[in-house]
Structures are given as structure tokens and as C-alpha cells.
Nanobody
Framework: QVPMVESGGGSVQAGGSLSLSCGTS??????LGWVRKAVGKPREGLAA???????SYRDSVKDRFTISQDNSKNVLYLQMNNLEPEDTAVYYC??????????????????WGQGTQVTVSS
């Protein structure tokens, strides 16, 4: 399997925006998603997009984050707006089969990228 590689993380002030990208060439027709892991907290599913384009979002991010994919380039995106210090975490893209939502992308058999750090300062 070609590993998924995230990019686009960094540091931003509260209220700012970042856009994350992830190469997904090995994962056609998978359920793709984004999760994050903050220090001292469990891994959180944020958003998922299925092969039909149907999306699912965690309530805390649904009005601020947008998941999308460019099938021609095999790239998954996460546009993050109005970032808050609580969004500080390592962000991972993910790929899995079956039922596709922001919860099911956390199941153990999911494939993960290596992660990219997002830091939001107040």
C-alpha cells in the first residue's frame, strides 16, 4: 500500500484558517476521513466522505471544517476555518471500508497517515 501522507499543518492564531491535504492514491472507493489526537485526549473522528461524496461531521467542527476530495488527483482535503485553541492536535487522514461516518473511521482496521501538527494560539 502506498502510505497516505498529510501536509498543510502549521501554526495559526485563533480565528485563522488552515487547509490540510492527504494523498490517497491507494484508496479508491474507500471511506476517507480526518481524525485528530490532542495531548491527553482520545483520538477524535472529525469528518468522513464516502465513495458517493456523502459527508459526515462531528458536531463541534461541522460549521467550521469542510472535507472534500479531488478524485482526479487522488487528494483528500480538510479546510479548517475559524480555528480555536482547542483544535490544537495532530491531524491524521484515514481510510476504511464499510459504513462511513466520523465515528466509524476510528475503527481499528482503519489505515492512517503519519499525521501533521496543527497548533492554534489564542
Amino acid at each position: 500500500q502506498v502510505p497516505m501522507v498529510e501536509s498543510g499543518g502549521g501554526s495559526v492564531q485563533a480565528g485563522g484558517s488552515l487547509s490540510l491535504s492527504c494523498g490517497t492514491s491507494a484508496y479508491k472507493d474507500y471511506c476517507l476521513g480526518w481524525v485528530r489526537k490532542a495531548v491527553g485526549k482520545p483520538r477524535e473522528g472529525l469528518a468522513a466522505i464516502g465513495p458517493t461524496g456523502r459527508t459526515s461531521y462531528r458536531d463541534s467542527v461541522k460549521d467550521r471544517f469542510t472535507i472534500s476530495q479531488d478524485n482526479s488527483k487522488n487528494v483528500l482535503y480538510l479546510q479548517m476555518n475559524n480555528l480555536e485553541p482547542e483544535d490544537t492536535a495532530v491531524y491524521y487522514c484515514s481510510a476504511t471500508w464499510g459504513l462511513c461516518d466520523y465515528v466509524t473511521i476510528l475503527k481499528p482496521e482503519t489505515d492512517w497517515g503519519q499525521g501533521t501538527q496543527v497548533t492554534v494560539s489564542s
